[in-house]
């Protein structure tokens, strides 16, 4: 399955998103959850709007992703869950806390880690962050830290830019469940692969999880205004993917 996340196109509204998503041909929908002061905040929480988004172009939500401001406040986890459950998503994305954020490392620990049955229940995936130099490091970053976590969604241009080898992560981890697709350049990342297509033709040869979901930002477009080249740059990156996928399973 590849979805597309809401986070790649946020300048423009959901409604749109969920339009170019559906023209390009995506099995499915990640949509970011927004904090309190974003733009978009009340339509991403809305459950009926979601799913009159999901009807009204016929793609469904698959997976949910916390807003930014869940590493500071958790309290919205239940409004999460409750979510999910209205909307019957198969994800949950939460990021890997960092070694200063005690309280929320003290909150993945307890419920997430120590209750592997909410985790499986919902598909709480807990997502890499990228290691920065200076700060506080990601307190899941090295392949053994993420053995002991109930399910993973792996970012590849977040491995990349903590100048880590996907590959060995995909190769050592059978609880990568989902991937969260885009290139980093040296520079910034969630960038389009297809300026890199021998680098990702390889990694999705090793065969991804059962979602790759692209997620991408305005910067992966030359024009982020023209939606024309959006659709093309995101209908032949599906087409690439789909091609790898399909050969990988015949493989
Ligand atoms: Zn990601």
Same mark, same amino acid.
């Given at each position: 399955m590849i979805t597309f996340s809401t986070a790649s196109l946020?300048?423009?509204?959901?409604?749109?998103?969920?339009?170019?998503?559906?023209?390009?041909?995506?099995?499915g929908i990640e949509v970011m959850l927004r904090s309190k002061n974003d733009i978009s905040y009340l339509d991403t929480w809305d459950a009926a709007y979601l799913k009159q988004l999901e009807i009204a172009n016929k793609i469904k939500i698959v997976s949910l992703h916390v807003p930014f401001e869940f590493e500071e406040d958790q309290s919205s986890f239940d409004r999460i869950i409750k979510l999910a459950k209205q909307i019957k998503t198969r994800y949950v994305i939460?990021?890997?806390?960092?070694?200063?954020?005690?309280?929320?490392?003290?909150?993945?620990?307890?419920?997430?880690?120590?209750?592997?049955?909410?985790?499986?229940?919902?598909?709480?995936? =807990?997502?890499?962050?990228?290691?920065?130099?200076?700060?506080?490091?990601?307190?899941? #970053?090295?392949? &053994?830290?993420?053995?002991?976590?109930?399910?993973?969604?792996?970012? =590849?241009?977040?491995?990349?830019?903590?100048?880590?080898?996907?590959?060995?992560?995909? #190769?050592?981890? &059978?609880?990568?469940?989902?991937?969260?697709?885009?290139?980093?350049?040296?520079k910034d990342d969630h960038l389009s692969i297809l300026e890199e297509k021998e680098k990702f033709s390889s990694l999705l040869n090793i065969g991804p999880a059962e979602c790759i979901c692209l997620e991408l930002c305005p910067k992966a477009f030359l024009d982020i205004q023209n939606q024309e080249e959006i659709i093309d740059v995101l209908q032949r990156t599906l087409a690439f993917i789909r091609k790898k996928n399909i050969q990988q399973n015949i493989s």
């Open positions: 946020y300048p423009y509204g959901l409604n749109r998103i969920f339009e170019i998503s559906n023209k390009v041909g995506f099995d939460i990021h890997t806390p960092r070694e200063d954020q005690v309280q929320y490392n003290e909150w993945v620990k307890k419920t997430i880690i120590q209750n592997r049955a909410l985790a499986e229940k919902y598909g709480i995936l =807990i997502e890499n962050v990228h290691i920065k130099t200076g700060k506080a490091n990601p307190v899941f #970053k090295n392949i &053994d830290d993420f053995k002991t976590s109930p399910a993973v969604c792996f970012d =590849i241009a977040h491995a990349l830019r903590s100048k880590q080898d996907p590959k060995l992560f995909i #190769k050592s981890l &059978d609880n990568i469940r989902q991937w969260h697709l885009s290139n980093w350049d040296g």
